[in-house]
């Protein structure tokens, strides 16, 4: 077999006006090599040596010459270019075959990239993506922690080295766990998740799974729960059950139970369940307390207990605690007076219900406003499936069809492919205007631009509003994709 050699430096491909590379007359085409005589492996050693105030830069024009540019910058300048690829370096897909991987129930026909399982660390501190660890050598251990990155996330599903193999099939899954004890022994920081099956890591393993985790507090931040996601495209995949009422309800409960011990001994809860456990079990959200500070929204945990707390934030004007979490703060004084304006929300069916509740609160406070909520439902994946984030073009259109919708439709950000104004089966956000025949806006992330949107102002604390928002308002959507 003829080995492939991997290519000398990174090319640029983008120099935009008024960065450091314009400055020092680099373009498009030319390769960087090395930077103080260190060849870069990927993103991480660019990042690392980058961070110098004088560094050295050894750079091929397009021509061929090469430059030795003497660089004096700000500390964690860079050069501020796009390169070929975003990480310097090729992607690393996932060995494993996961019992409950999400996208092995992907139908046939969809775009590439949302087939491509990707177990890369180095997506872990740049994207926030859940690694298993099975990927990583000991070499990319070692630049964990000399280039002290973190955090690192963790896709640990259970501590049980047998059972992991089973559940990620990879013979290879349990040893990897071995690696947490060399990031928890450099200080690296780190955040864990459990994908929860029904009879596989659940009830009593799920507690020996978080008691193990426990362990490396407090390097482990936090750890999530979240349930399995099951689509109607599982045929020759491992007989997986979704989780039932009584299922959801007894995790809660062991989780809480850790919670409180948690709690009692290092003054964190450490352990979360996601809102889905919540909702489908019928229970409240716990309070804004519980979440130590929301560290793992990304997972769906407390994403619309924060979604609430930011709703009456910017209803009110003001902070106020979960105690008050109610109708009975929107008093009469300073109701904001908008023209007659009626608008509808597209969301998941599991979090309509709550959807719906918050945009009565707005309407209590917007006199003129109506607001309808429709749950769509899923299906394209099947009818398990009723998070927003996995809602297709196609479904929505089928359930709003010919409905009035009014003067516009809000969708939550996390429809839409990243970046992009297309969902996941590619039909784009102008096509569906067309056919809905009405106006579409996407909500983007936070309470206030939900109270924005629904207002069809901007001054309720969103962009350009003058009210500085709270470091909790990370970008992220209004609803998980769990599941």
Not at 25 to 43: F, K, M, Q, T, Y
Not at 312 to 327: H, I, M, V, Y
Request: aromatic residues 8%; proline residues 4%; contains cysteine.
């Amino acid at each position: 077999m003829k080995k492939v050699m991997k290519k000398e430096g990174h090319v640029i491909t983008c120099v935009p006006a008024g960065s450091l590379a314009e400055e020092l007359e680099l373009s498009a085409g030319d390769v960087l090599l090395e930077i103080d005589g260190h060849r870069i492996e990927d993103i991480f050693d660019y990042q690392y040596y980058m961070e110098e105030t004088y560094v050295e830069l050894l750079v091929r024009k397009a021509d061929g010459e090469e430059w030795l540019l003497e660089v004096e910058k700000e500390e964690d300048e860079d050069l501020g270019v796009t390169f070929e690829n975003g990480l310097m370096d090729e992607y690393r897909s996932c060995r494993n075959k996961c019992v409950f991987c999400f996208i092995d129930q992907m139908p046939p026909g969809m775009r590439k990239t949302l087939y491509f399982k990707d177990d890369d660390s180095r997506l872990s501190f740049l994207q926030g993506n859940y690694i298993t660890l099975t990927n990583m050598s000991d070499h990319d251990i070692d630049r964990i922690i000399a280039y002290h990155l973190a955090p690192i996330n963790v896709s640990v599903h259970t501590m049980d080295p047998a059972l992991r193999c089973r559940m990620l099939h990879n013979r290879f899954a349990g040893e990897a766990l071995g690696k947490l004890d060399r990031l928890y022994g450099a200080g690296v920081e780190m955040n864990g998740q459990i994908v929860l099956c029904k009879g596989i890591n659940d009830g009593d393993e799920l507690e020996r799974t978080i008691g193990a985790l426990g362990r490396f507090l407090p390097h482990m931040r936090s750890v999530s729960v979240v349930p399995v996601g099951l689509t109607k495209y599982r045929e020759g995949l491992f007989p997986l059950e979704p989780l039932s009422k009584a299922d959801m309800e007894d995790a809660i409960d062991r989780i809480e139970r850790w919670q409180r011990r948690f709690w009692k001994e290092s003054g964190c809860h450490f352990v979360h369940a996601s809102d889905e456990f919540y909702l489908m079990a019928g229970r409240p959200l716990p309070e804004e307390e519980r979440y130590d500070g929301y560290l793992q929204l990304e997972n769906g945990v407390g994403m619309l207990r924060l979604l609430e707390t930011e709703v009456l934030e910017a209803l009110s004007g003001e902070e106020f605690s979960n105690r008050t979490l109610s109708n009975e703060i929107l008093s009469e004084e300073g109701l904001e007076k908008v023209p007659p304006r009626r608008v509808s929300i597209a969301t998941g069916e599991l979090a309509a219900p709550f959807i719906r509740g918050l945009a009565e609160k707005v309407c209590v406070r917007t006199p003129g406003l109506s607001v309808s909520v429709y749950a769509v439902k899923n299906r394209f994946f099947g009818e398990r499936i009723t998070v927003s984030g996995l809602i297709t073009g196609q479904d929505l259109i089928g359930e709003l069809k010919g409905k009035d919708l009014g003067e516009r439709l809000l969708l939550p950000v996390n429809m839409f492919k990243s970046g992009e104004s297309v969902f996941l089966d590619d039909i784009s956000l102008k096509e569906a205007e067309t056919i809905l025949q009405t106006k579409i806006d996407v909500v983007k992330s936070s309470g206030w631009d939900f109270v924005d949107s629904l207002r069809g102002t901007g001054e309720s604390g969103g962009p350009g509003s003058g009210k500085e928002r709270d470091s909790r308002s990370r970008c992220r959507p209004y609803e998980g994709v769990n599941g």
